[in-house]
């Protein structure tokens, strides 16, 4: 069928003249992007105009086909041709059908949105476009796709942090509009509402009742057994459904707090036992509870959903009940640790447990992402375990992903996964590469990446890190500590010598303004890890320095200059992010003066601890003058400090 010839338009599109904003708004997308391919640009209406028209959403002459509607999820789509003239982009839904339009430009015209913003988009430029007429009928095999912090949904007014919600949709990411099961008890029972009426509604600790000091708090967790409790949910849910009517579910999430009720009416309803966390199992107690308020719900509003976190205290499924089948419980675990033979059995017992109480599950994991200072790519491992997901239940998924743009394919690549699992990677990794810095280069990113990708699924299991992170039993932990950057001393200076020349090689080969730019954005992220890696090696070498021993105190002022120019560089970078689109949010997130405050002194002992024998021992004063006229301006100011104190 033919949409363009010669850069000329061949073809219109159409809506129907009641269509929902949102579908004119995908009309409107398609018509914008085939005008950037093609430079045609399509009339657009209600009516057809021309030999051939594309029907986006349920038109007149769609209703008149039949399509297999009753086969699709509401995020599912159609593609297909009615007859020679007319072509049909239709979804389950009006969301469906905006997904239908970018499955359609990137099948048919070739587009690809790599990464936020104008940097990301590739847009093939043609002049003809002729496109299959075949039926194409697709749904996703996870129904929720979110990734902590892409919002699909829009960038509210007063949210400093970038949410790149075009970049979420044109990926299909969705959010909680789907399903709701995030931490909300606190919000189910303020203590604006209840806490004078039914004071009994909140935990009693330590032999005293808690009432929390605002709505905002969370610190605590309902009591379950209290009389009355769950028709106050059902009430409370009730006109929470009334006041939101599109709403498809209520979380009934835990609070994020270990303080459950103590009384003895609570106890009774659990099994005194440890779950496998080690914690306190709440489980039978808690679904209790959530299977009466379900089930009353559900005789007003049948057709909801209610989510919740399997997490710390109910990490466990119930033992005296099954789980309600509206319910879906969130499996809260990073499964890179199934890399871990015994971490894996032990975690895949547990993920059996749940399918014997449960109908439905969801997964919650954490795919970071910006807070690690080295590229963690663990694709292979991913696509396994969501392969494996499918099979078992689970049939929504969110992750912290946090993205770091600097791992280049990783957010893209997990958003088609997760439409996807059975997708072939190596095809998504090299379309990926090659649109984004030309053919060329795609081996050394790919070479990159790998490299980074062996790092993060072979070369750390078993390490220390993997171990002992958070300083518990490894069979206790839910998911791997960013904050413990010890995973840094586990990185050979080889990869990174190795990376540092790949990265360059990409940069060379990378052939279009824009595949030159977008290489540059990956380099100046590399060289933010490789910074990092030096810098913090430098406090390793600085806490190991012995600064009554003149030898060790030497050694560290030889190393002084590369290990502080690597903290400089990455300060420089850092402040570069500030104004970055692309790496704002790494800026807002990991900038050393915010949440990370200790690495703006990496390594500065290294010149510091020399300030004892500075006066004493005149090799290590003379060191330190030498320094002093270093051309690394921190280690000149740091060095100058030290002479002059010991010359006091």
């Known amino acids: 069928m033919i949409i363009v010839e010669d850069h000329q338009p061949q073809a219109s599109i159409v809506v129907a003249a009641g269509a929902s904003e949102q579908v004119k708004a995908a009309a409107k997308t398609l ?18 105009q021309g030999q051939v028209a594309i029907h986006v959403g349920l038109t007149a002459y769609a209703k008149t086909l039949a399509l297999p509607l009753g086969k699709l999820d509401k995020e599912g789509f159609i593609l297909q041709g009615g007859d020679a003239r007319n072509f049909i982009i239709a979804g389950g839904s009006d969301l469906g059908t905006e997904y239908a339009v970018y499955d359609f430009l990137e099948r048919y015209v070739g587009i690809r949105w790599l990464l936020p913003g104008e940097i990301g988009e590739d847009i093939p430029q043609r002049a003809d476009l002729n496109i299959p007429v075949a039926r194409v009928l697709e749904n996703p095999a996870y129904l929720l796709r979110y990734f902590w912090t892409l919002e699909p949904s829009g960038q509210s007014a007063d949210d400093p942090y970038p ?5 979420a949709r044109q990926n299909r990411i969705n959010n909680f509009s789907r399903i709701s099961f995030h931490h909300n008890l606190l919000h189910l029972f303020p203590p604006s509402v209840f806490a004078k009426s039914n004071p009994e509604f909140y935990p009693l600790l330590d032999g005293k009742r808690y009432i929390p000091q605002n709505d905002a708090e969370e610190q605590w967790q309902p009591n379950f057994s209290a009389p009355g409790i769950v ?15 599109d709403a498809g579910s209520y979380s009934l999430g835990m609070n994020d707090s270990p303080k459950f009720d103590e009384s003895p009416a609570s106890k009774t309803r659990r099994n005194g036992k440890r779950n496998s966390l080690g914690k306190e199992d709440v489980s039978d107690d808690y679904f209790r509870w959530a299977n009466e308020v379900v089930e009353k719900v559900l005789v007003k509003y049948p057709d ?42 032990h975690n895949q017992k547990l993920q059996a447990r749940w399918e014997q109480a449960s109908a439905i599950l969801g997964w919650y994991d954490y795919h970071y992402g910006m807070m690690y200072m080295a590229p963690r790519v663990h ?10 997901g499918t099979k078992h239940k689970v049939r929504f998924h969110t992750a912290e992903l946090f993205a770091n743009w600097g791992e280049g394919p990783k957010p893209w690549v997990l958003s088609k996964l997760l439409w996807n699992p059975n997708a072939n990677l190596e095809t998504l990794m090299d379309d990926w590469c090659n649109r984004a810095v030309g053919a060329e280069a795609t081996p050394k990113l790919k070479t990159y990446y790998a490299n980074w990708e062996r790092f993060w699924t072979k070369d750390i ?24 950057l010890s995973y840094l001393n586990e990185i050979p200076e080889s990869i990174i010598v190795d990376s540092d020349r790949l990265m ?15 290489a540059q954005k990956l380099a100046l992220m590399w060289e933010f890890y490789k910074t990092s890696y030096y810098a913090y090696q430098g406090e390793m070498i600085a806490a190991q320095t012995d600064s009554t021993n003149p030898q060790s105190v030497l050694d560290g002022l030889e190393k002084a200059d590369v290990h502080l120019a690597a903290l400089a560089r990455r300060r420089e970078i850092m402040e570069s992010f500030k104004d970055d689109p692309l790496f704002h949010d790494v800026y807002l997130r990991v900038n050393p003066d915010g949440n990370r405050g200790s690495d703006v002194k990496w390594g500065h002992d290294l010149v510091l601890k020399a300030g004892p024998l500075a006066r004493a021992n005149d090799a290590v004063l003379n ?18 400090e030290v002479v002059l104190n010991a010359r006091r």
């Open 231 to 245: 028709d106050a949910a059902v009430a409370q849910i009730d006109k929470y459904f009334q006041e939101h009517p």
């Open 379 to 388: 694709l292979h491992q991913t696509q396994a375990v969501l392969q494996y």
């Open 623 to 640: 060191k330190l003058e030498a320094l002093a006229h270093s051309q690394n301006t921190l280690v000149q100011k740091l060095s100058s």
């Open 163 to 167: 949410r790149y919600p075009s970049w």
């Open 504 to 518: 360059n090689e990409v940069v060379q080969l990378a052939k279009t303004p824009l595949q030159k730019q977008r």
């Open 461 to 484: 299991v078993g390490t220390a890190f993997w171990n002992k992170s958070f300083g518990v039993d490894k069979f206790q932990r839910q998911y791997l500590s960013y904050n413990d």
């Open 31 to 48: 018509q914008t992007y085939l005008q950037k391919s093609t430079g045609a640009t399509l009339p657009l209406g209600n009516v057809a």
């Open 304 to 345: 909801k959903w209610f989510g919740t976190l399997a997490y710390d205290e109910i990490a466990d499924p119930p033992t005296t009940v099954k789980v309600h089948p509206r319910i879906v419980p969130f499996l809260t675990y990073e499964r890179l640790f199934w890399l871990d033979p015994a971490l894996k059995a």
